[in-house]
């Protein structure tokens, strides 16, 4: 019922930049803060980004001064644009979006498919 989209990530070398898409699609009532997680090889999921309604963001300490969250409620989308990349920077990146299907449903966290972000050096 409801999906979330990402773009493609890609291949980028060091200090290049990558702009992460993603679209919300379905029935829902409302869209409360939006995100985007990551994980690399044999590591948990981490939070990078999150951005609410009010537009008050989160970024992870690593990635502060680097990246930049926004989202066009009316669109339904979240962009994460990631400049100086580092190796270390290296993912599968998720989309991430709580939402109320209904007036009378609960808030329920949902997931894109996750996307490949590579950083070479």
């Known amino acids: 019922q409801v999906q979330l989209v990402e773009s493609a990530g890609g291949l980028v070398q060091a200090g290049g930049s990558l702009r992460l898409s993603c679209a919300a699609s379905?029935?829902?009532?409302?869209?409360?803060?939006m995100g985007w997680y990551r994980q690399a090889p044999e590591k948990q999921r981490e939070l990078v980004a999150s951005v609410t309604t009010l537009g008050i963001t989160n970024y992870a300490d690593s990635v502060k001064g680097r990246f930049t969250i926004s989202r066009d409620s009316a669109k339904k989308t979240v962009t994460l644009q990631m400049n100086s990349l580092k190796p270390d920077d290296t993912a599968v990146y998720y989309c991430?979006?709580?939402?109320?299907?209904?007036?009378?449903?609960?808030?329920?966290?949902?997931w894109g498919r996750g996307t490949q972000v590579t950083v070479s050096s």
């Open positions: 991430s979006a709580d939402i109320q299907t209904s007036q009378t449903s609960p808030n329920f966290r949902f």
């Open positions: 379905g029935s829902m009532f409302r869209i409360n803060i």
